[in-house]
């Protein structure tokens, strides 16, 4: 972490470090500040919210991290890893997944092709509610619904 930071000209901090780790710890891979200052917190490292996103801005522009802005003001940050993967996203608590489905890839190019453009870069986000969402909701008596 430490090499990855001076890599990118940024000085080794202690937010910074654990920022960095926490962010490449997660399995979800897309988590909002918020996320990341909910880790800090338990962990007793006495890094706030405001820290938390200057050291995020820093990250998104030495180009570690990509900051993605969803519908729903829902905004997330991930480890830039080159890796093209669209997303899915829950309009209810605000999780974010990857996917990646080569038909739909290749469906894309040829659909830019028939118009005439050389694709550089497509974003497809599919808006929904989530398994875990769906069935608090169902458990809910139909009057609250
Ligand atoms: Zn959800
Ligand atoms: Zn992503």
Known sequence: VNDELRSVGLK??????RILEI???S???H????DIHRVLLESHDGIGLATVYRVLSQFEAAGLITRRNFEAGITVFELDTGRHHDHAVCIRCGKVQ??????IEER????AARLGYDLSDHALVLYGCCLSCSKQSSLLP????
Do not use: G
């Open 12 to 17: 080794v901090t202690l937010p910074r470090v």
């Open 23 to 25: 962010l490449e710890q």
């Open 27 to 29: 399995r979800s891979r």
């Open 31 to 34: 988590l909002t500040a918020d």
């Open 98 to 103: 990857e996917f990646n489905d080569p038909s």
């Open 108 to 111: 894309q190019i040829s659909i």
């Open 142 to 145: 139909h009057a609250l619904v």
